[in-house]
C-alpha cells in the first residue's frame, strides 16, 4: 500500500476551472440541445455547431472524457443526465444556472482574493454603490437570464418540498422571492387542493405568469407584487423562502424571519431552504463555496448552518423547528408556529 501524499486532489481542484469552462461553452454553444433531437455523427455535430476544425475533436471527446457525452465510433450522444438536464428542450432543464454561471460569475470570481481581502462584493455592483439586485432587476434580459438561473439551482429541491412536506395539512402557500416561480409551480402542481402567492418586485410579474401559465397551473397561482424590506409578507399558511436569506445580513435574515413568523396562523410553518451548511462546518463544500458566492455577489450575504437558522426561527417565536435535507447540497428549515 502507498501511503504517501499525492498532488492529484491539488492539481485536479487547482485546474478545475478547465473542465468547469468547458461545460459552460459546451451549455452556451447549445451541445447538448442539439444532441437532444438524437445522435450525431462528428462531422454532421461539428458542423451545426460551428466548431474551428483545429480543436472540435479535443473539445468533443473532452466532453466525454468528463462524461457529460457519450461516443460510439464516430457518433456523438448525450449521456443520461446531460440528457435530462441541460436539453433547453426539455421541462427538466436546469441548465440557467450554467449560463449565468458563464456569463457573469465566472468572471467576478477572478476577483475572490479581492474580495476576501476587503469583504466587499466583486459583481456589477462593485463600485457603483447598488446592489446586485438593483442592477439585475433594471435590465429586463439580465433579469429573465438571473431568474432562469435561480430555477436551475432550485429545481431539484423545489420538487423535494413539494413531496416532502405535509402539504395535506395546508390550504395556501405564498412563496418570497419567489423569482420564475418553479417552486410555486411545483407545489401547485402536486397537490390541487392548495392556492399559492409568487412575492417578489414587480418587474417579476410578466416573468412569473408566464412560468405559471406554461405548466398548467395559473388559475391557482398569484403574483403580489412587494418589497419584503418595505412590506408585510402575503399571509398564508405556509410561507416559503427558497435561496432567500443567504443573500443578507444577520440583521436581515432574522427581520425575514419575524415577518414570516407575522404572516402565518398558529400552526402555519415557515420553510427556509439554501445550501444548509453542516453544523461541523467540515462536509458541505458547496454550501461552504456558495458562502463564498454570497462575498462576491452582496454586501452582507452569508450561508448558514442549520442550527444557526433553528436558533434563529425559535428567537423570533417559532415552537418547534426541524432541519430535513433535500437533494444534493440543499436543505430546508422547518418552523411551525
Not at 462584493?121 to 434580459?141: C, H, I, M, R, W
Not at 418570497?176 to 392548495?194: E, F, K, N, S, Y
Not at 415577518?259 to 453542516?278: E, Q
Request: charge should be negative.
Amino acid at each position: 500500500m502507498n501511503d504517501q501524499p499525492s498532488p492529484e486532489k491539488i492539481l485536479h481542484t487547482g485546474m478545475a476551472f478547465w473542465a468547469s469552462k468547458t461545460l459552460l461553452s459546451a451549455v452556451e454553444m447549445g451541445v447538448f440541445t442539439e444532441l437532444g433531437h438524437g445522435p450525431e455523427t462528428f462531422e454532421a455535430l461539428n458542423g451545426r455547431l460551428g466548431l474551428h476544425p483545429r480543436s472540435a475533436r479535443d473539445f468533443l471527446d473532452a466532453l466525454v472524457a468528463l462524461g457529460f457525452l457519450v461516443r460510439t465510433d464516430a457518433t456523438y450522444a448525450n449521456a443520461p443526465e446531460t440528457d435530462l438536464f441541460l436539453d433547453k428542450g426539455k421541462p427538466s432543464y436546469v441548465g440557467g444556472i450554467l449560463e449565468m454561471a458563464n456569463h457573469r460569475l465566472f468572471g467576478h470570481w477572478f476577483h475572490l482574493t479581492e474580495a476576501l481581502r476587503t469583504g466587499l462584493p466583486q459583481n456589477e455592483a462593485k463600485g457603483t454603490g447598488e446592489g446586485v439586485f438593483e442592477s439585475l432587476y433594471a435590465d429586463p434580459a439580465r433579469l429573465r437570464e438571473f431568474l432562469s438561473a435561480m430555477t436551475g439551482v432550485s429545481r431539484g429541491a423545489n420538487m423535494a418540498i413539494a413531496r416532502a412536506f405535509p402539504w395535506a395539512q395546508y390550504r395556501t402557500f405564498a412563496d418570497v422571492g419567489t423569482a420564475q416561480g418553479d417552486l410555486a409551480v411545483q407545489i401547485a402542481r402536486a397537490h390541487p387542493h392548495l392556492r399559492g402567492t409568487g412575492f417578489d418586485l414587480p418587474e417579476v410579474a410578466p416573468i412569473f405568469e408566464e412560468y405559471a401559465a406554461g405548466a398548467g397551473v395559473a388559475e391557482r397561482l398569484t403574483f403580489q407584487p412587494g418589497d419584503f424590506f418595505k412590506q408585510d409578507l402575503p399571509k398564508a399558511d405556509v410561507i416559503l423562502m427558497g435561496h432567500i436569506l443567504h443573500d443578507w445580513d444577520l440583521p436581515t435574515k432574522k427581520m425575514l424571519i419575524q415577518k414570516a413568523y407575522a404572516a402565518v396562523p398558529a400552526g402555519g410553518a415557515f420553510i427556509a431552504y439554501d445550501t444548509i451548511i453542516d453544523d461541523a462546518r467540515t462536509q458541505n463544500a458547496f454550501g461552504l463555496l456558495m458562502s463564498l458566492n454570497m462575498l462576491i455577489e452582496t454586501p452582507g450575504g452569508f450561508d448558514y448552518t442549520g442550527g444557526e437558522c433553528a436558533a434563529w426561527m425559535k428567537e423570533a417565536g417559532f415552537s418547534s423547528v426541524r432541519v430535513e435535507h433535500l437533494v444534493g447540497p440543499d436543505s430546508m428549515v422547518v418552523a411551525v408556529k
